[in-house]
């Protein structure tokens, strides 16, 4: 069934933090914007916190900086940074459409989840 990886893990947001679900991660895709239903930025990397501080902190010159791009609303962790590309990459091709839907599932209010990082 499409997208039904093993190696995907989605977080569910609780009040005080993001439960991962599953064993030890290696890479993350993520979504920032700025604002709800604002503009999109699907990322990856092998450290969600620190990356997600420095889009907070606007580090880096480039499209979140520019875009103002400081809200974590979706984190999903996988095994392997091979697996966590491929899925940044789908999600990349995907309409804005099925990106927002990707969010409204796990966080419909789209809270920033940055403060909630383990």
Do not use: C
């Amino acid at each position: 069934m499409p997208g039904l990886d093993p190696g995907i893990h989605v977080f569910v947001a609780s009040e005080n933090a993001l439960i991962y679900y599953g064993g030890m991660s290696g890479a993350w895709v993520y979504i920032m914007t700025n604002r709800p239903d604002g503009t999109l930025y699907v990322g990856v990397t092998n450290n969600l916190a620190r990356r997600v501080r420095e889009h907070q902190e606007g580090v880096t010159d480039g499209f979140t900086r520019k875009h103002g791009l400081k809200r974590l609303v979706f984190a999903e962790a996988h095994d392997d940074i091979q697996s966590a590309i491929q899925r940044e990459k789908n999600i990349k091709h995907w309409s804005r459409t099925w990106k927002v839907k990707l969010i409204h599932r796990t966080n419909p209010n789209w809270d920033d989840l940055s403060d909630r990082l383990t």
